[in-house]
């Protein structure tokens, strides 16, 4: 039956949230130190209405030098689907490693695009392997010891 065929529609991507912090400028900008970079990535999912869901791929990249703050920029960006028909035991795999491998390549480049209009050097995020995180994340839940109430 057609009715019950599963259906993965993307409805729109989107940047949900975009912000860059330059806290110690300028004297930051005069110091010669090569400055460390500190990369921070989530995932997050959210059912807006029925078949609907929101998936959301944040990035926070922090530069410091020393202990003093060089930028701070974080993007979120998120897609909206429409995922139905999908086995229960399969749904958790499409919104974990589908949704986020779709999404990710628009919030590397809003990521680099702002951070180079702050003036420094694009920061490209490095590719991520959505399958393998949403399998240690499985891992790691099912290591995990069940708490009762």
């Known amino acids: 039956m057609a009715d019950q065929d599963p259906v993965f529609n993307i409805q729109r991507v989107y940047l949900k949230e975009a912000s860059l912090e330059q ?5 930051i900008l ?3 130190e090569q400055p460390a970079l500190e990369i921070n990535l989530g995932v997050n999912a959210e059912n807006v209405a029925e078949g609907i869901f929101e998936v ?3 990035a926070t990249v922090t530069s410091k030098i020393g202990e003093k703050t060089v930028f701070l920029a974080e993007c979120k960006q998120a897609g909206i689907f ?3 028909n999908v086995p229960e035991d399969q ?4 919104i974990g490693v589908a949704c986020p491998q779709i999404v990710y390549p628009y919030l590397r ?7 180079q209009r702050g003036g420094f050097p694009p920061v490209h995020l490095a590719e991520i392997n959505f399958q393998a ?17």
């Open 23 to 27: 806290p110690n400028s300028p004297a």
């Open 30 to 32: 005069l110091d010669a």
């Open 56 to 58: 959301a791929v944040t």
């Open 82 to 84: 429409e995922i139905r």
């Open 91 to 94: 749904m958790a795999g499409v």
């Open 109 to 115: 480049s809003n990521v680099a695009d702002l951070i």
């Open 133 to 149: 995180m949403y399998e240690q994340q499985q891992a790691a839940q099912a290591a995990a010891p069940a708490t009762t109430q």
